[in-house]
Nanobody, 124 residues
């Protein structure tokens, strides 16, 4: 059974940094493309960043580019999202996702494996 478990969320002040982790189990991790999505209250889910199974070709949403870094550690079956320069607009529940097909769909549709999410709140 595939499981994705996020951690690292919490309350952070504006301008602060946070690193989210996602531990994967029950899958051949190196076969999977991975990504992070987020959903704020009253808003649609949106992609944050994606990374191919090889770790190449990272994709970042415009709001994430330059502030967030997605990485994976295949030896630990884990992915990470380093976030800096956080603002209140980044307040959301963050979800990791995995898909072994051609890539992570940027709209999130059809992705078979999701974590339950970790809450990030940016507030003073």
């Amino acid at each position: 059974q595939v499981q994705l478990v996020e951690s690292g969320g919490g309350l952070v002040q504006p301008g602060g940094s946070l690193t989210l982790s996602c531990a994967a189990s029950g899958l051949s991790f190196t076969d999977y493309h991975v990504g992070w999505f987020r959903q704020a209250p009253g808003k649609e889910r949106e992609v944050v960043a994606t990374l191919t199974r090889s770790g190449s070709k990272p994709y970042y949403a415009d709001f994430a580019r330059g502030r967030f870094t997605l990485s994976r550690d295949n030896s630990k079956n884990a992915i990470y999202l380093q976030m800096s320069g956080l603002t209140s607009e980044d307040t959301a529940t963050y979800y990791c996702a995995a898909d072994r097909r051609i890539g992570i769909a940027l709209d999130g549709k059809g992705i078979p494996h999701w974590g339950r999410g970790t809450q990030v709140t940016v507030s003073s």
